[in-house]
């Protein structure tokens, strides 16, 4: 696995409805949630990513990706959208993306204390919490 270069990392929990957003970087290793973009239109959901990455100036996009019991590429549509939404992040601002295993971060989000209104972002720290306690043990 290539070493990551060192510098900030934003995270993303795709919804239909909301984007959860979480920041952290890659020397602390520390993530934490940072707001929540609604997700209107297309125009209205890149246009917040791009403010965020201009003033975060990430070296590296996670997005959650939902697993289906039959496999990452299993029938669910949650599975298409969030690939897609991965992949226009990495055709648009040209950072790399990383997709991370999001099947319990609502839960966890919920169990940590999140209320209705930051789920989303909590959900969204709690991915990029796992991508970075995934780099640290790979």
Known sequence: MPEQ??????AF??????IGVAVGNTVTRDARALEIIQN?????????????IAEWQPVQLVVGMP???EGPDGPQ????????????LHGRFGLPVTWVDESFSSVAARSAGAQRGALDAEAARVILQQYFDEQATA
């Open 5 to 10: 270069p060192a510098g900030t990392v934003l």
């Open 67 to 69: 697993h289906h019991p």
């Open 77 to 88: 549509p949650a599975i298409g959208y969030a690939r897609r939404f991965g992949n226009q």
């Open 13 to 18: 929990d795709y919804g239909a409805k909301r």
């Open 40 to 52: 209107l239109d297309t125009a209205t959901r890149f246009n917040a990513v791009a403010r965020l």
